[in-house]
Every structure is written in structure tokens, then in C-alpha cells.
């Protein structure tokens, strides 16, 4: 039977990672300060390039954008890491001291803690979304919470068996795709096989027309 099992001490850099990864890839928390910090850049330039711009009103103004903008590009970053920094050290020291293992086989997760009773299961129909990275397997059950598979930690089948698997289990979108998403060396290399198979059969296609 295919099987994949890792197994994963508990740390701190991996679950800031994860913490990370979810930040700038799987919520609107980045667009939101970037299109903000848009705003203020224009708002700040149209207030000094303005013709009124001695007027103390118009300076004033054009002070404030500028200040806002500085504060919207700089402050709102890193009061985001500091929270992730600070949900990090709020980890209990028995949790700090913990093993993950998670069996993964085509019917279901199993993931049990060495310091916890009891064990989780979900299929893979439960799973929202699965996200490969170069070093992770992040596995989203909601749009919050989830597990991630270090892919070094797997001391049992392979990263390519997971990945087979998860083609063939996942639970497919509306265009009949399955939710898997790559980031980036997996999906550079993802990229470039796929345009080697397009150009393979537009040949194909030529040659077929030629004979």
C-alpha cells in the first residue's frame, strides 16, 4: 500500500514560515497594505506637485500624506511580524518539546503528537487547499488553519509518491483541476515542464500535418 509518513520535531523558524507563507500568499493582508500605500504615494505627490502648495493649507496636507504613506509602507509590516513573532513565544515549553507524525496514505491523514492523546484523521476530501513550496507541504483544511509536511522530515515513501497521491485524491476545482499550488523553484520547474509538453506537441502537430 502507498504510504508516506514524516515525522517532524517541533520549530520555532518552520512554524514562522508557515506563519509567513500564509501572510503573503493566502490572505489579503499584503494587497491590502500595498494598494494602501498606493494611495497615500499618489495622494502625497499630487499634494506637493499642486499649484497651491505654498498655501500652509496644501502644505500641511502634503506633509501628512507624506507621513501616512511612510507609515502605511513601514509600520503596518512590521506590527504584522511582530504578532507573528509574538504568537511564536506564546508556545507552551511542553509544546516546544514535541514530535509530529503524520502518515499520509490515498484514504486519509493521520497525524498524532507525542505529548498529546489521541490522534486527528481528515480525508482528502476535507482538505480546502494544498500548497507545495521547496521545502514544505502546507495542507489548508480552512482558510485559517492548517498542517504543513516538512519534505525532509518524510522517513517513509517519498515526496514524489506524496505528490502523486495528492494529484490523484485531491478534490478538483470547477476547470476540473486539482486544488494544488506550487511556489517557487517546485513551480519554475512545474513551468518549465509544461511548456516543454506544449512545445512538444505543437511538433506534433506539424509533423502530423506534413505527412
Known sequence: MDRVVAQTKYSR????????????????T??????????MLILAISNTINKD??????MSAAIFSWIMFAISLSFTPIMIITRINNVIKNETEERKKSTDKIEVTKM????????????????WNDIEMLCETDKYFYIYLTNENGIFIVKDDII???????????????RKDKKGRPLYKRYGQVKAEYD???RQEKLKKKQEKKNDKWL
Not at 523558524?13 to 489579503?28: A, C, D, I, N
Not at 502648495?53 to 496644501?58: H, P
Not at 517513509?156 to 485531491?170: D, H, P, Q, T, Y
Request: glycine letters at 8%; a positive charge; charged letters at 20%.
Open 192 to 194: 518549465a515542464i509544461k
Open 108 to 123: 486519509k491523514f493521520s497525524r498524532s503528537n507525542n505529548i498529546i492523546e489521541g490522534k486527528s484523521v481528515f480525508g
Open 13 to 28: 523558524k518552520q512554524h514562522k514560515e508557515f506563519y509567513m507563507f500564509h501572510l503573503f500568499h493566502r490572505t489579503g
Open 156 to 170: 517513509e515513501g517519498s515526496v514524489e509518491l506524496f505528490r502523486k497521491m495528492a494529484l490523484a485524491n485531491l
Open 53 to 58: 502648495f505654498s498655501v500652509k493649507a496644501n
Open 30 to 39: 499584503v494587497i491590502f497594505v500595498g494598494v494602501l500605500s498606493l494611495i
